[in-house]
């Protein structure tokens, strides 16, 4: 089997190549990768050298190229990652979304198609989504697969948009597909411009940490290698044209995140107790800020028999540990345009 795994070098994507490769020694695994700032292939070195690993540098939103790629690997199986990911990005650059995830998601849909026309036994297009498409919860409530979609800002719209292009291909053509969403992942490899991997760094360089708005807002976070563990699951398991939702059971809001984070780092830093809160500055709000994000993930507990097998604290202290012990890899992500992005971000 040739199984195209697209976004590989990212968060995410390193994760899940690391699994399949280690974990499906039978596969061949083609990661496709355009290594935007977002992409990293130091987050896959252990595995590079393996004979069943193969990196492609190159770009979804390349209609001949992608065309061109399916005919000569004749993949048997996507699991589709790559996607602009980071909210505050997409305020300020949304047709950057629009290419990535939408146009970049029907090129792979498209060629997909051309290749399998209806020879579909054995074939499988994994849509990896997010829970952001159903917008933002109130006090209560869990976001379950029959949710309505409601996205609020350019990258969740965008996000919806490829899930329902998705959708569309398995009724109009047949494409054999599933989709997950999933909620807020945290662990290592993760890039330094979202909440739990930036604000490590701060506190290691002893930087303000900027929670927005008053900090009540709600994520519910999971461990990245538990996510990867659920798409391996849904890819060989999960039932054709279904959506599974992926999440931590594990609701936080911000602000106590930020202060368990605070402690852990002290105590890591070997400072005293209490020196990393009075990095902590409230700064203003993301526009069209979600409230509250949290899964139900019955169905595929149910089903497939998935649990997070990690607790926030232990998976927090991992996070931790790895960004402490690979300071070369974080210098290497902060020096170029990251920097730049930070700077223009938080000048206010
Ligand atoms: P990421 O930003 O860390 O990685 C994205 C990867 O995609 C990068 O390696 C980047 O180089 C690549 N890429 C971007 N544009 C590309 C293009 N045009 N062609 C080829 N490659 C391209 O993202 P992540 O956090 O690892 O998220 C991966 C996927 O999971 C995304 O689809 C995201 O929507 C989804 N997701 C993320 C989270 C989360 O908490 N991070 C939660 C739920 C779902
Ligand atoms: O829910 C899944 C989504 O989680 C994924 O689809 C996205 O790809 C991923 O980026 C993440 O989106 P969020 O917007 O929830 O993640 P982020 O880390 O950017 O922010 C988490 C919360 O922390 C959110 O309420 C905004 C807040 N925040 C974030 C940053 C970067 C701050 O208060 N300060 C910050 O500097």
Not at 14 to 37: C, G, K, M, P, Q
Not at 251 to 268: A, G, H, S, T
Not at 282 to 304: F, Q
Not at 327 to 335: A, I, K, Y
């Amino acid at each position: 089997m040739n199984i195209l795994i697209t976004g590989g070098a990212g968060f995410i994507g390193s994760h899940v190549v690391r699994r399949f490769v280690n974990t499906h020694r039978e596969y061949n695994i083609y990661n496709l990768d355009a290594l935007t700032y977002a992409g990293n292939l130091e987050n896959l070195r252990d595995i590079e050298d393996a004979p069943n690993y193969h990196f492609i540098k190159g770009d979804i939103v390349d209609e001949g190229f992608i065309k061109g790629l399916f005919e000569k690997h004749r993949f048997d199986g996507v699991v589709h990652l790559a996607a602009e990911s980071h909210v505050d990005r997409s305020i300020t650059d949304p047709l950057a979304f629009v290419r990535t995830n939408i146009i970049g998601t029907v090129n792979l849909l498209n060629a997909a198609r051309d290749l399998w026309k209806d020879q579909t036994a054995d074939k499988r297009f994994y849509h990896v989504s997010t829970d952001e498409v159903y917008g933002s919860l109130g006090a209560e409530g869990l976001f379950t697969e029959t949710t309505s979609y409601d996205p609020n800002s350019p990258y969740s719209a965008s996000k919806a948009s490829s899930d329902h292009f998705v959708r569309a291909y398995g009724e109009t053509y047949g494409l054999p597909y599933v989709i997950s969403n999933c909620s807020n992942n945290y662990g290592p490899n993760h890039f330094p411009e979202k909440l739990v991997p930036l604000f490590i760094n701060n506190i290691i360089e002893n930087k303000p940490l900027p929670v927005y708005g008053d900090g009540k807002y709600t994520r519910d976070w999971l461990f990245v290698e538990d996510h990867a563990v659920a798409i391996d699951l849904v890819f060989h398991k999960g039932k054709n044209h279904e959506t599974y939702n992926i999440g931590g059971f594990n609701e936080w809001q911000n602000i106590d995140l930020v202060k368990l984070l605070c402690k852990l780092m002290d105590q890591k830093l070997g400072r005293d107790a209490g020196t990393s809160e009075k990095l902590i500055t409230y700064v203003k709000d993301r526009p069209g800020h979600d409230l509250r994000y949290a899964i139900d993930a019955g169905k595929i507990s149910k089903e497939l028999g998935w649990r997070p097998s990690v607790t926030f604290e232990q998976g927090l202290e991992r996070t931790i540990d790895w960004y402490l012990s690979n300071e070369e890899w974080l210098n290497h992500v902060t020096s170029g345009d990251y920097q730049e992005y930070y700077d223009k971000m938080y000048a206010q």
